[in-house]
């Protein structure tokens, strides 16, 4: 079992920015992959930035370019900068890892509201 713990999110204007910080427990087996994903209302959850232990990053089309993702392997934390926040940004942003025997963990979550 790997514990999520999230901090971050909030009220932002259009424009701003936040940071989303995700720390994840000690885990048996080690985490391959870590990352964020929102979910809006009446939309399904998705991955927008994902980081592979060896730093590889991936990102949704719709925040390429102003989110940035990046990871401490020794103290299993994922940072999402958010930069040039849009309206349609606002969700639920959940942090996401998956260990390298495919079991995957989803945070609580925190509400990231963009006004415009």
């Known amino acids: 079992q790997v514990q999520l713990v999230e901090s971050g999110g909030g009220l932002v204007q259009a424009g701003g920015s936040l940071r989303l910080s995700c720390a994840a427990s000690k885990s048996r087996i080690s985490i391959s992959v870590m990352g964020w994903g929102r979910q809006a209302p009446g939309n399904q959850r998705e991955l927008v930035a994902t980081i592979t232990s060896g730093g590889l990053t991936n990102y949704a089309d719709s925040v390429k370019g102003r989110f940035t993702l990046s990871r401490d392997n020794a103290k299993n934390t994922v940072l999402l900068q958010m930069d040039s926040l849009k309206p349609e940004d606002t969700a639920v942003y959940f942090c996401?890892?998956?260990?390298?025997?495919?079991?995957?963990?989803w945070g609580q979550g925190t509400q990231v509201t963009v006004s415009s």
């Open positions: 996401y890892v998956k260990r390298f025997d495919s079991a995957t963990y």
